[in-house]
């Protein structure tokens, strides 16, 4: 999956009409916050495409939160529960095009698992500027740790 000289290069993403987005570099015992921005919908697009186009850094995987329509999402988020829809859309289209393995992940899962407090005793919550940068972040070290590329212990945030 990655070479020797780095860890496996993983992004986590928050879609909605703010996308949350992290770029992370893990180890079995580190993980490092390589970048975290909330563009819009359009811009987190743009990055992801220009990432998978730079041949210097290969990613390889994208960890999205799944987004489940229900009853409360329709009452409590309208255009934005569209426009996570398209962002979730053109985020699958562009891993398809580059290959990039896409898992999509419960959004209670990745908070249960990174809750406040544990991203707080990593190190890793104030390498974070906003929420949903935060659930960005949650989905990247879930995908990391469930996949075994992280003893899910230690980070080092160096952002």
């Known amino acids: 999956m990655n070479d020797s000289a780095r860890g496996a290069r993983i992004i986590g993403i928050d879609p909605g009409t703010t996308t949350g987005i992290v770029l992370l570099d893990v180890t079995q015992q ?5 970048d975290a921005l909330q563009p819009s919908s359009g811009r987190a697009c743009r990055w992801l495409a220009e990432e998978f186009r730079d041949s210097r850094v ?12 229900s009853a409360r999402t329709i009452r409590g988020t309208r255009s934005g529960a569209l426009e996570a829809l398209y962002t979730i859309g053109a985020i699958r289209y562009l891993c ?10 419960a959004v ?15 190190g890793l919550a104030r390498k974070t500027h906003g929420p949903h940068e935060r659930d960005a972040l949650r ?8 996949q075994g590329l992280w003893s899910g212990t230690s980070g080092e945030a160096v952002a």
């Open 58 to 69: 290969a990613i390889d995987a994208v960890a999205i939160e799944r987004f489940t329509i």
């Open 30 to 34: 580190q993980i490092k916050i390589i």
């Open 139 to 146: 989905h990247a070290l879930l995908y990391a740790s469930t």
């Open 108 to 122: 209670s899962t990745a908070k249960n698992a990174f809750n406040d407090d544990r991203l707080r005793r990593l």
């Open 96 to 105: 398809d095009q580059a290959a990039v393995p896409l898992a999509m992940q």
